[in-house]
């Protein structure tokens, strides 16, 4: 006699669904602990050379004077004869760092071309401009 005809041998297999579980578990703690890092290149740093400290650079010197009819600018004690050679001078010093501009102004210089004057600054770059007041 056989007395066990109700039961029936299955063949149970592997249990994907919880595998699948836990690989997805095991993704999602890789991507939370990861590190991203940027390329080195992309880092802006100012690697010091024997010192730690960064060095300071002068501020843009522009003096405005008037010439009989005329203004007469100088940066940094160079004579700017157009707004370009202007424009020129103040990208090369803004290619360095975001430096202050400080103005010496002529009495009688009109309050219009000190206003030109501070849109070139604007345009090539440097946002710090100071008027010293006496």
Do not use: Y
């Not at 006699?1 to 669904?17: A, I």
């Not at 730690?52 to 010439?67: C, H």
């Not at 004057?117 to 710090?128: A, F, H, W």
Request: aromatic share 6%; with cysteine.
């Amino acid at each position: 006699m056989h007395f066990n005809k109700g039961r029936q041998d299955k063949d149970e297999g592997l249990n994907f669904t919880a595998m699948i579980d836990v690989v997805f578990l095991l993704l999602i703690f890789f991507m939370c602990t990861a590190s991203v890092q940027l390329p080195e290149s992309e880092i802006k740093a100012a690697i010091p050379g024997s010192s730690n400290t960064v060095p300071e650079f002068q501020p843009v010197r522009i003096d405005i004077n008037t010439v009989g009819e005329n203004i007469s600018v100088t940066c940094d004690g160079r004579l700017c004869e157009n707004d370009s050679t202007l424009s020129s001078h103040i990208s090369a010093r803004s290619q360095i760092a975001d430096l202050p501009v400080i103005f010496s102004i002529d009495d009688n210089v009109e309050f219009d071309d000190i206003v030109h004057v501070m849109d070139i600054c604007r345009q090539s770059g440097l946002k710090k401009l100071a008027i010293p007041t006496n």
